[in-house]
């Protein structure tokens, strides 16, 4: 059985993410959890001639059936951002549902794959590997912060400006997923050295703010959501091909805990300055989920400079996301 959860399934990512998710032969039950709706969006989708079955659960009493032996679980429940609000702003509220979802994964489904969309980011997955780590089921291997949109757009904005297919350029963009901690490595990428000084620091800011531009666009309805649709399922079936269906050189650019492979982090510390747990980096999947992180490789003084304020930034964000756990009441 391979199971796929998605908790916020009736939401705006949630409800085009589980379209996208029914589309794949490698699941065989996608399971809707929300504490509305998800009656209707799993008889909907239920529907459509794939080889999942749809189940749909509402409210935190039916969240054991939903979640149990889940073998990914995605995480786009909770409230998400309008204009002049950062990220940040929304920790009040979505902490304590990705907690509350996080302990019934950590109970029901221990050895899920947790992939959490819910904002912020750059705290949410600290929170979540705090309560696998209450509950003597955490393995830095299978938690990860979704950063997949970044990645997206800036595929999509340097190919704007440097031609070519954006659906096949790769740009690795590391860090963390708020403004600037969003760090896209464009020195990297084939094409930008005809590009100035100026205009890849117009780039940089476009890819490091794209949320807000659609923030700003929908005008008080909401934040990206097809966009994130898309990106969330692209993740999450990077994970199936490595885990289920066993294929190698599954790569992507993902925030995990740097004992993911410690080893593997060494060139990444190096780089970032030693003491920060949590960033985004390139990994390889495997079998077990991270498999290897990537060496970063090389970054130009302009990069080093961002990675510098980046750090600052995302320190306190995950030092709030785990003190939320290791502070909190007790679970
Ligand atoms: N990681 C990223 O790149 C990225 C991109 C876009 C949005 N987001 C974030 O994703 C989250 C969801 O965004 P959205 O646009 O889908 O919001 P939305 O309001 O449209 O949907 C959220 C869903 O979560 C559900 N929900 C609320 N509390 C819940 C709980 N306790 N358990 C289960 N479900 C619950 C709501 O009922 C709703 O259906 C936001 O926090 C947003 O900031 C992240
Ligand atoms: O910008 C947001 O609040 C949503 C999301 O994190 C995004 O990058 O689009």
């Known amino acids: 059985m391979v199971k796929v959860t998605v908790c ?7 409800q085009p993410l589980s379209l996208l998710l029914k589309q794949s032969n490698l699941i065989t039950h996608l399971s809707l959890y929300d504490i509305v709706n998800t009656p209707g969006v799993a008889a909907d989708l239920s529907h459509i001639n794939t080889q999942s079955k749809v189940t749909g659960h509402v409210g935190a009493a039916q969240i054991e059936e939903a979640i149990k032996d889940s073998t990914i679980v995605v995480i786009p429940a909770g409230v998400p951002r309008k204009p002049g609000m950062t990220r940040d702003d ?9 907690r509350d979802i996080a302990v019934a994964a950590a109970k029901f489904a221990p050895k899920a794959y947790m ?12 929170i979540v590997a705090e309560v696998f780590k209450q509950f003597n089921v955490y393995d830095p ?3 990860f912060g979704v950063t997949t949109l970044d990645i997206v757009r800036a595929s999509t904005f340097v190919t704007e400006l440097i031609g070519g297919d954006a659906s096949t350029l790769r740009v690795p ?14 020195s990297q990428v084939k094409g930008t050295e005809k590009l100035s000084q100026e205009q890849i620091e ?57 004992d993911a492979d410690k080893q593997g982090a060494e060139s990444v510390k190096s780089l970032i300055g030693g003491d920060i747990e949590y960033f985004s980096v390139p990994v390889e999947f495997g079998p077990h989920g991270v498999e290897k992180i990537l060496p970063i490789g090389d970054i130009n003084d302009y990069e080093q400079k961002l990675v510098s304020v980046a750090t600052t930034e995302l320190k306190g964000n995950i030092v709030k996301g785990s003190n939320f756990i290791t502070e909190g009441a007790k679970l």
């Open 8 to 14: 916020g399934a009736a939401g705006g990512i949630g």
């Open 90 to 98: 929304l920790f009040k509220i979505n902490a304590g549902i990705v």
């Open 115 to 126: 992939c959490i969309i819910s904002n912020p980011v750059n705290s949410t997955v600290p």
């Open 141 to 143: 291997r299978r938690i």
């Open 173 to 186: 963009v590391i860090g963390g997923h708020s403004g600037v901690t969003i760090l896209p490595l464009l």
């Open 202 to 258: 117009t780039v940089t800011n476009r890819i490091q703010f794209g949320g807000d531009e659609v923030v700003k666009a929908k005008d008080g309805a909401g934040s990206a959501t097809l966009s994130m649709a898309f990106a969330g399922a692209r993740f999450a079936l990077n994970i199936l091909d490595a885990v289920v269906a066993k294929k190698t050189g599954v790569v992507e650019c993902t925030y995990v805990h740097l």
